[in-house]
């Protein structure tokens, strides 16, 4: 399925789905796309994650129920999966405003939330710049931590500042001196956990004794399509990822993503220069 196609088709998915227990693993499923990606993808092109959709669609339709019919907010509570009535109260008061038995005196304050429709258009501007790579396995070794889709945008930066300034150094001399550790920034997804993603913060590794607290993961061989960014970070870096997913993924024919994988390949040089050189790598198998 082409990347545009399995956006739409998920947003189909999700609406014909509401009412159930629907995980942002079933949809990518749904779709033919890793979990990983897919998350990503609907993350970088609409601006909200997964489960802000499913919770905004809900909480609509609940207040659309609330002023046509006479539901108990219990009963509005299960049928939007919600554990509880509070929960789906605090819900209801964050999105519209208001408590649910208020609104039905101010229906004008009701917060409008349609489904979404997805349209990508490109116009002009420079073209993203890409190799396309066969490599073997190689071995790294580095510090992983788990994050939630929902937050990982916003934990992860704060996630390598605490490296930087804390940990580098030590890492460093307990593998035995000067070691490129912060060259990749791996995202590594598993198909039984759709709500997170393990997260490493590695380089190269050359078979030394693994110290306490870190981790050594092969990478399969595979074919990368390596994109390049210049320009200082995070600002170029996030730019580059933004246009892979809204036009190099919706334009592209010949390429399928490959796996739960995805490297980001920093440079040892100044992240804040306007010539910093850094690289996003995505596994891909020729359709």
């Keep these: 399925m082409e990347w545009l196609e399995a956006m739409k088709e998920s947003i189909n998915y999700m609406e014909d789905h509401l009412l159930e227990d629907i995980t942002p693993d079933d949809i990518a499923r749904q779709v033919s796309i890793s979990s990983f990606y897919f998350q990503k993808g609907f993350k970088i092109i609409t601006g ?15 207040a659309l129920d609330i002023l046509t019919g ?6 509005l509570a299960y ?6 009535p509070e929960s789906f109260t605090k819900a209801f008061s964050r999105f519209h405003g208001l408590a649910p038995v208020q609104l039905k005196k101010q229906p004008h304050r009701l917060h409008v939330f349609l ?15 890409f190799t396309l790579e066969q490599m073997d396995s190689f071995p790294v070794i580095g510090l992983e931590r788990t994050f939630l889709y929902d937050t990982a945008y916003d934990e992860i930066p704060p996630y390598w500042a605490w490296f930087c300034q ?25 198909e039984e956990d759709p709500i997170s993603f393990r997260y490493l913060i590695a ?18 061989a595979c074919t990368w399509v390596k994109f390049s960014c210049t320009g200082p970070l995070p600002g170029a870096f996030q730019a580059t990822n933004t246009r892979i997913f809204n036009e190099w993924l919706p334009g592209n024919t010949r390429y399928e993503i490959a796996l739960g994988l ?9 992240t804040s220069s306007p010539d910093y050189y850094s690289e996003i790598w995505i596994p891909v198998n020729v359709k």
């Design 166 to 190: 804390k940990e580098r150094g030590m890492c460093c001399s307990q593998l035995g001196g000067s070691r490129n550790l912060g060259k990749y920034g791996i995202c590594v997804t598993e």
């Design 48 to 62: 909200m994650t997964v489960g802000t959709y499913l919770r905004n669609r809900r909480l609509y339709l609940a």
């Design 70 to 75: 006479n539901d108990k907010v219990i009963d």
């Design 79 to 84: 049928k939007y999966r919600y554990e509880t």
């Design 262 to 270: 995805n490297i980001e390949m920093y440079t040892p040089c100044d």
């Design 203 to 220: 380089g190269d590794y050359e078979g030394d004794v693994v110290p306490e607290g870190m981790k050594v993961m092969e990478i399969p």
């Design 115 to 129: 489904p979404l429709l997805i349209k990508i258009s490109v116009e002009g501007g420079s073209q993203l710049h």
